[in-house]
Nanobody, 122 residues
Framework: VQLQASGGGLVQAGGSLRLSCVAS????????MGWFRQAPGKERESVAA????????YYADSVKGRFTISRDNAKNTVYLQMNNLKPEDTAVYYC????????????????WGQGTLVTVSS
């Protein structure tokens, strides 16, 4: 599975962005998908995950109520809608794909995209 993330950019605090991640292949719906982020000098952090069918989602406490993960299996795409952005959300955001039980643990994901930078100014 090859993943291509996009949609990052510069936004003011309180603003919104929507990230997209397009996957190659015809078996996209078999993969659980996740979004992760890494700020400069910090470890990679889990953000959100969604099961292959789209019926179950997980969120990190830091983004609950502000971020929404969704997917369109017909378009091989997973999205991350980010609202009420805060400066501490600044990071490179990565999408990833996994087989097996849904998890919000980076080490459980086998395939990773290249990342897209989100910068939130105060």
């Amino acid at each position: 599975v090859q993943l291509q993330a996009s949609g990052g950019g510069l936004v003011q605090a309180g603003g919104s962005l929507r990230l997209s991640c397009v996957a190659s292949g015809r078996t996209f719906s078999r993969y659980n998908m996740g979004w992760f982020r890494q700020a400069p000098g910090k470890e990679r952090e889990s953000v959100a995950a969604i099961i292959g069918s789209g019926g179950i989602t997980y969120y990190a406490d830091s983004v609950k109520g502000r971020f929404t993960i969704s997917r369109d299996n017909a378009k091989n795409t997973v999205y991350l809608q980010m609202n009420n952005l805060k400066p501490e959300d600044t990071a490179v955001y990565y999408c990833a794909a996994m087989s097996g039980p849904l998890a919000l643990v980076p080490g459980r994901y086998q395939y990773w995209g290249q990342g897209t930078l989100v910068t939130v100014s105060s």
